[in-house]
Every structure is written in structure tokens, then in C-alpha cells.
């Protein structure tokens, strides 16, 4: 079911950006974006817990890896304030809060 889910947000993830390239001074799409990304993060994070589950021999490398405050926490908080800026009149701090994300991600990544 997760793999299902995960592939429908994954895919929504052109048109959406399409859709904020057409629109990219107003908040539905900029947000509509945001919430994808935020949404791919906890879907393969819970994809990762279950690997967790599934495979117990290598527990201490996936514990260390699954992170909570760095897959769901920070992402989250960096979408907030983006969404807030977002609110006050600055609809592309969510697409920039985006990329700092993925740009984070990427670095805590190699990181590891």
C-alpha cells in the first residue's frame, strides 16, 4: 500500500510543478507543492521503519539512519516557515524552503 501511495505523490510531483511555474506568485500552488514534498518525506520514512522491522541484522546502521529529527522534524520545521513567509506575502519561500531541504537532505546524506 505504501509503495502505491508513494508512486501516486511521486507522481504528482511534475504537474504540481508545472503548476507553480504558472502560477508562481500565488499561495494554492506554492503550497500544494510544499505539502508534496513534506508528504514524500513521511511516506518514505514510514517506508523505512518498516524496513527497519524487516530486516534485524542490520538494526544498528537503520536505527542510526532513520533519524526521526532529521527525516520528518527538520523538513517539517523549514516547510512552516516557509509556509508562514509564505502567508505574509511571499509565496515562493515555500519553493525555496523546498530546496533548502532537499539541498540538507543531500548533505546529511553524504554525510552519513
Known amino acids: 500500500m505504501e ?9 504528482l510531483i511534475p504537474y504540481l510543478t ?3 511555474a504558472n502560477h508562481p506568485n500565488e499561495l494554492i500552488p506554492q503550497v500544494l507543492y510544499g505539502l508534496d514534498f513534506i ?19 542490520n538494526e544498528e546502521y537503520l536505527k542510526r539512519a532513520l533519524n ?10 523549514i ?6 513567509i509564505a502567508l ?3 509565496p ?8 533548502i531541504t532537499i539541498i540538507r537532505s543531500l548533505y546529511s546524506s553524504l554525510k552519513a
Open 39 to 57: 508528504i514524500v518525506d513521511m511516506i518514505l520514512y514510514y517506508m523505512a521503519k518498516s524496513l527497519l522491522e524487516i530486516n534485524q541484522e
Open 88 to 90: 505574509l506575502g511571499y
Open 92 to 99: 515562493i519561500a515555500i519553493i525555496i524552503c523546498c530546496l
Open 68 to 77: 526521526i529529527r532529521e527525516a520528518l522534524y527538520i523538513p517539517f520545521a
Open 79 to 84: 516547510f512552516i516557515v516557509g509556509f508562514i
Open 18 to 20: 508545472i503548476f507553480v
Open 3 to 11: 509503495n502505491i501511495l508513494l508512486m501516486f505523490v511521486f507522481s
